[in-house]
């Protein structure tokens, strides 16, 4: 990170007490800004984030890109420097824009403040991991400019773009994640089951792959899944249909099992969450 610190400098003149202090200002600037996030390219990682390009204004770094709403809409976050998660500083929404109950705050056109936070300065265990994502319709093509220095990111919207269908997480609802699901192992949009009381039913092509059963969109939280890890599902239905369900935990001795489709086609799952059984029908190849 390239940056002479901000502030002012008092000078002092020991020899003559009743001159006035001398009071030099001391500029700080930063030679890059970097992006990180869904919208930034596949850079995820601090050590390997996406640099915005450098203006005439040594204090302000541009970038164009589209922005798509997405069901975990973590688009975009910043850093000021490329380090380890741990060690690197990030630029991030302010903590009042942030959306009730999400690690996100909308991105509006025109000035979005942002808040500086790293573990040097919040202290181990309290990095702020927030990103800007879209409201529904604001999908489009965007013109950022971010100001480091007064701790501002600028939006212009240069085109509009068609949100993409979202699954809504519902509290209650499962949902099917793996390869072998039509949404493959995406966590934030998975592949939802139609739920009546405590039975999950899903009907519909499944590929020749694994797949476990979500209970929210997130890797960290509770998974339906086989007894037995890799228990087979074909034409000729299931092999065991016993159900655990369980986040994975080393400690505890829960693996992360998951069930294992042999044959591509058509199926109806029937998931009972209260006799923790799966039963399997072949309806079509």
């Keep these: 990170m390239m940056m002479f610190l901000a502030g002012t400098l008092v000078l002092f003149s020991s020899c003559d007490k009743d001159k006035e202090p001398e009071v030099?200002?001391?500029?700080?600037?930063?030679d890059m800004v970097?992006?990180?996030?869904?919208?930034?390219?596949?850079?995820?990682?601090?050590?390997?984030p996406l640099p915005m390009t450098?203006?005439?204004d040594k204090d302000v770094f541009v970038h164009?890109?589209?922005?798509?709403?997405?069901?975990?809409?973590?688009?975009?976050?910043?850093?000021?420097?490329?380090?380890?998660?741990?060690k690197a500083h990030f630029l991030v929404p302010a903590l009042e824009s942030m959306v009730e109950g999400q690690s996100y705050a909308f991105l509006k056109e025109g000035v979005n403040q942002l808040a500086e936070t790293s573990e040097e300065k919040d202290g181990v265990g309290n990095l702020r991991d927030h990103f800007?994502?879209?409201?529904?319709?604001?999908?489009?093509?965007?013109?950022?400019?971010?100001?480091?220095?007064?701790l501002t990111l600028t939006a212009t919207k240069l085109s509009s773009l068609d949100d993409p269908e979202i699954i809504e997480w519902v509290e209650g609802n499962l949902y099917l994640v793996g390869d072998a699901a039509p949404s493959g192992w995406e966590i934030a949009n998975p592949t939802p089951m139609v739920r009546n009381e405590n039975v999950h039913t899903y009907e519909g092509a499944l590929n020749a792959g694994e797949f476990k059963i979500a209970t929210i969109f997130d890797w960290g939280g509770d998974f339906y899944r086989p007894a037995v890890d890799k228990t087979e599902i074909s034409s000729s239905g299931i092999a065991d249909g016993t159900?655990?369900?369980?986040?994975?935990?080393?400690?505890?001795?829960?693996?992360?099992?998951?069930?294992?489709?042999?044959?591509?086609?058509?199926?109806?799952l029937i998931l009972d969450t209260e006799t923790l059984t799966l039963k399997v029908e072949w309806l079509v190849e």
């Excluded at 890109?65 to 380890?84: H, I, M």
């Excluded at 409201?135 to 220095?149: D, V």
């Design 243 to 268: 159900v655990v369900c369980w986040k994975e935990d080393a400690e505890a001795g829960h693996a992360d099992h998951k069930w294992k489709v042999t044959e591509a086609g058509k199926y109806r």
């Design 132 to 150: 800007f994502g879209m409201a529904e319709g604001t999908s489009g093509r965007y013109k950022l400019e971010l100001n480091p220095i007064k």
């Design 54 to 56: 450098a203006t005439s």
């Design 24 to 30: 030099i200002d001391v500029e700080r600037h930063y």
């Design 64 to 86: 164009e890109l589209d922005l798509v709403r997405s069901a975990e809409n973590k688009l975009l976050k910043f850093s000021v420097d490329v380090n380890t998660w741990d």
């Design 34 to 48: 970097y992006m990180l996030g869904a919208a930034a390219d596949g850079h995820w990682d601090s050590a390997d």
